[in-house]
C-alpha cells in the first residue's frame, strides 16, 4: 500500500493550493486521513484529518484557511488551502490508517512522501 501526495508549489501569501493524496494497493478500506506538516527545525504538527464517516478536526492556526476532504471511492484525500500565509510554508505529508487486504487482513498506518509548500510574502 502506498500514499501518493501532490499539489505542492510556490505561491504568494494570500494564495491557494490544493494538495492531492492518493492511496494504491490491496485495499480493503481506510479509516482516518490525516495531513501533517513539518517546517525546517520544528516538530511535525497535525494540520488537519478527516475520518471515514466525514468527521474533520483542524489545528487551530489553519482554522478557517483550510478545509479538509474526501474521496472514498478513490481512495483520496485532499487539503484545500486558502489564504495561505509564510508561515504555512513546510513539507506536507499525508497519513492514512488502511485495512489492507490479503492473507493476513490488517490495519496499517502508511505515511505519503510528502509534497513542499513555500508560501513568499
Known amino acids: 500500500v502506498q500514499l501518493q501526495a501532490s499539489g505542492g508549489g510556490s505561491v504568494q501569501a494570500g494564495g491557494s493550493l490544493r494538495l492531492s493524496c492518493a492511496a494504491s494497493g490491496s485495499i480493503l478500506s481506510i479509516d482516518d486521513m490525516v495531513w501533517y506538516r513539518q517546517a525546517p527545525g520544528k516538530q511535525r504538527e497535525l494540520v488537519a484529518g478527516?475520518?471515514?464517516?466525514?468527521?474533520?478536526n483542524y489545528a487551530d492556526s489553519v482554522k478557517g484557511r483550510f478545509t479538509i476532504s474526501r474521496d472514498n471511492a478513490k481512495n483520496t484525500v485532499y487539503l484545500q488551502m486558502n489564504s495561505l500565509k509564510p508561515e504555512d510554508t513546510a513539507v506536507y505529508l499525508c497519513?492514512?490508517?488502511?485495512?489492507?487486504?490479503?492473507?493476513?487482513?490488517?490495519?496499517?498506518?502508511?505515511w505519503g512522501q510528502g509534497t513542499q509548500v513555500t508560501v513568499s510574502s
Open positions: 497519513n492514512a490508517e488502511v485495512l489492507v487486504d490479503g492473507d493476513n487482513v490488517r490495519y496499517l498506518e502508511v
Open positions: 478527516i475520518s471515514s464517516g466525514g468527521s474533520t
